[in-house]
Structures are given as C-alpha cells and as structure tokens.
C-alpha cells in the first residue's frame, strides 16, 4: 500500500526568507509524486509533479521540489516566502502504470505560516 | 476552461438525517473523484468513477454512503444516515480517462462541501 507522511503539522517561516516543506513517501516502483495547496474554503490547487527525469521540478507560484530516491524524500521548497504563501499544503502519491487507477494517496498536510 | 463545479458550498444537518452533494466534472474528463476531508486530515477517496462505472469504491463506507454517475457525466454522493463523524469537506476531482497516458498530470479539484452534522 502506498503512504505519504508530512512530518511537520506546521512549519513558520519569516517573510523573505526560505521555506521547506517536508514529504516523505511508500509505494511500489516508481512514484508519480504531487504537491497541492489549499487556501481556506478553497479546493485542492495543484503545484507541480515529479513523473520522471530531472529530479528538480519547479511548479507554480516559485515553488520547486526535489525528488531524492535514496531517501523517498519530495520536499517542497521556496527561495523567498511571501505572507501569501500562508495555507496548508499537501504532498501526494500515485503508484506508477494506468493499473494502478489514478488513486492518488495524500499526506496529512502543513499548515505554512509566513509572518510579515 | 470552466473548473469542477461542486453544490451546495455548505451544508449543516441533524445527525441520522440525510444529505446529497452533487459535482459536475470538467468538461471531457471521464474520469470522477470524490474525496473525504476531515479537519486536520488529508483527503481520503471514498469513490472513483471512470465514465458511469465504479474503478476503486473500496473505503466507502457503504452502509450510508452511496454514490452514482449515471450518464457519464454529473455525479451525486449521498449519505443516508449522518453521523457526526461525517463532519468533513466533500472534494470531488476529475481527470482524462484512466489508460490514455494524460492521468499522470493530477487532477483538477472543485471547492468542495463542507458539511457539518449536529
């Protein structure tokens, strides 16, 4: 069964300086690994994604994340906060192949709290 | 191009009553979600509809929890009886149909529905 574990409830962080969200993940093979980010009384936004390649991917808003496959690791990261990066967000993983039914399996979340 | 659209936004109801939440995905996905999200938690599937049929239904709880897609299309979720543990926001997702290469990009979420049983 794959899992998906975010080790920190919440993460603060002062504005302008670096941010890292922490995911670490199971599965069987190969993962397909997601970032989302949730504002309040809003849906699920979708960051970025590691299918395969380089194992730096950069998604929306100037976000990135590392993909480390020694360490089953996929930590979100950011150079400079904002205080609008302020909301919960949620590391998520797919098993590889179309069998595998496009399920994705998601953390527990972090709450990011930029403070000005 | 329009989002999944999700209805009622919020709804609050007596434990042991009944409630229905409804999804329209977008447009061309034939692939459907329903996600449970409990404060505090990450979302869990309850369901996964490609076109009208169930794929992954197996942590629905089907003794209250029913769900159906009958044209392909929209798809209604329904909880007969509430309990105050069903207390959560109801997600639903869509994606390109399962087996064209195209679901490994993510899916689109809707708002969702917060629900609140008293």
């Known amino acids: 069964a794959q899992s998906v574990a975010q080790p920190e409830d919440q993460v603060n962080v002062a504005e302008g300086n670096p941010l890292t969200v922490k995911c670490t993940y199971s599965v069987s093979g190969n993962p397909y690994l997601f970032w989302y980010v949730q504002y309040p009384n809003r849906g699920l936004q979708f960051l970025l994604k590691y299918i395969t390649g380089d194992n730096l991917v950069k998604g929306s808003y100037g976000f990135e994340a590392e993909f480390n496959k020694s360490q089953t690791s996929f930590h979100l990261k950011k150079p400079s906060a904002l205080v609008s990066d302020s909301a919960l967000y949620f590391c998520?993983?797919?098993?590889?192949?179309?069998?595998?039914?496009?399920?994705?399996?998601f953390g527990g979340g972090t709450r990011v709290l930029v403070k000005p | 191009e329009a989002g999944v659209a999700q209805s009622p936004r919020y709804k609050i109801i007596e434990k042991r009553q009944s409630v229905a939440f409804w999804c329209n995905p977008i447009s061309g996905h034939a692939t459907l979600y329903w996600y449970q999200q409990i404060l505090g938690q990450g979302p869990k599937l309850l369901i996964q509809?490609?076109?009208?049929?169930?794929?992954?239904d197996s942590q629905l709880p089907k003794d209250r929890f029913s769900a159906e897609r009958l044209k392909g299309v929209d798809s209604t979720l329904k909880i007969q009886p509430a309990k105050l543990e069903d207390s959560a926001v109801y997600l639903c997702?869509?994606?390109?149909?399962?087996?064209?290469?195209?679901?490994?990009?993510?899916?689109?979420f809707g708002s969702g529905t917060r629900l609140t049983v008293v």
């Open positions: 997702a869509s994606s390109p149909e399962i087996g064209t290469g195209m679901t490994a990009y993510g899916y689109t």
């Open positions: 509809f490609q076109n009208n049929g169930v794929v992954d």
């Open positions: 998520a993983v797919r098993a590889p192949g179309e069998a595998a039914g496009n399920k994705l399996t």
